[in-house]
């Protein structure tokens, strides 16, 4: 995961240093859908205790679709939590800034789970392959 924003935002708000800053910018929200409940932000203490901490993002709009919310984020309206794997162009050509990276650790990649169905379909064995 990475927490990202635009430039233009950071030009006007500054770049906050530690989870305790975010409660002074615009954290944009996620919703899940099918639950409706906000995905919190995880972060992990850079120092030798490595304590999780859980922040609920506090801004002026919550989404449930990962394109509106990303294309807020590259509009400068705030910042968001995203995928590494989804934000990655727009670090590249400068268009976001990955922050608090002490605190954001890369996740190991994707899992499944699998159950033992009968009638599992055939698609399914063939992505988890």
Request: charged fraction near 20%.
């Amino acid at each position: 995961m990475a927490i990202v924003g635009a430039p233009e935002y950071f030009e006007c708000y500054g770049v906050p240093e530690t989870p305790q800053q975010l409660k002074d910018h615009n954290c944009l929200s996620y919703r899940f859908s099918s639950s409706g409940v906000i995905d919190r932000w995880s972060f992990i203490t850079p120092d030798a205790e490595a304590r999780t901490i859980v922040y609920e993002p506090k801004g002026n709009a919550i989404f449930n679709d990962d394109d509106s919310m990303l294309r807020a984020a590259l509009s400068g309206i705030g910042l968001v939590q995203h995928l590494n794997l989804c934000v990655q162009p727009y670090l590249q050509d400068g268009r976001l800034v990955r922050i608090l990276l002490p605190w954001v650790r890369p996740r190991s990649g994707f899992f499944a789970l699998k159950g033992t169905y009968a009638c599992q379909a055939s698609c399914i064995d063939g992505v988890l392959d």
